[in-house]
T-cell receptor, first 114, second 111 residues
């Protein structure tokens, strides 16, 4: 049971380049999330998904797109990277349940945009 | 979700109990108190959560006041590996239930 994994772990992009970050979970969780964390700050929600084939915007969605074609995978895309998107990106998942369930986080992807 | 207030930093001696406070005076009846921590450069890690009653697990204890307006996370025997930023988060049971991370408390365990 690997939990939540993220690919790649590190990436350097030039301004205007595109890339896709992959998040995978093997816990059969319904909900998945993408957060970003800038230096010295807490995590902020980019997009989330409440099930296969569904996505929704979080607090800071601009410049990002997501897809959830398979229940176990949640992809985060940057179509035209900007230096402001330099950050650490964390994926998380949780079961769909009532109160009392928890989120499980991946190890993060460190992205630098030059 | 209710807002939380935590001290920015705390120190604790290794082997002693670390008591991390959190104020959540606007919490509503169906909102839970969750604690996560983030060790440097790693993804956040779930510690414990509660609604009304005090809770204990293998990692920590959570004490919630009777009026639910504040809580304390207790690490009974802090080790150097407990050095991290600790986040207190209040979250309801409906909706997207994404976590709203504030600045947290940076706990430094001293040898």
């Amino acid at each position: 049971n690997a939990g939540v994994t993220q690919t790649p772990k590190f990436r350097v992009l030039k301004t205007g380049q595109s890339m896709t970050l992959l998040c995978a979970q093997d816990m059969n969780h319904e909900y998945m999330y993408w957060y970003r964390q800038d230096p010295g700050m807490g995590l902020r929600l980019i997009h989330y998904s409440v099930g296969e084939g569904t996505t929704a915007k979080g607090e800071v969605p601009d410049g990002y797109n997501v897809s959830r074609l398979k229940k176990q995978n949640f992809l985060l895309g940057l179509e035209s990277a900007a230096p402001s998107q330099t950050s650490v990106y964390f994926c998380a998942s949780r079961k769909r349940a009532g109160g009392g369930d928890t989120q499980y986080f991946g190890p993060g992807t460190r992205l630098t945009v030059l | 979700d209710a807002k939380t207030t935590q001290p920015p930093s705390m120190d604790c001696a290794e082997g002693r109990a670390a008591n991390l406070p959190c104020n959540h005076s606007t919490i509503s009846g169906n909102e839970y108190v969750y604690w996560y921590r983030q060790i440097h450069s790693q993804g956040p890690q779930y510690i414990i959560h509660g609604l009304k009653n005090n809770e204990t697990n293998e990692m920590a204890s959570l004490i919630i006041t009777e009026d639910r307006k504040s809580s304390t996370l207790i690490l009974p025997h802090a080790t150097l590996r407990d050095t991290a930023v600790y986040y207190c988060i209040v979250i309801g049971v409906t909706g997207r239930r994404a976590l709203t991370f504030g600045s947290g408390t940076r706990l430094q365990v001293q040898p």
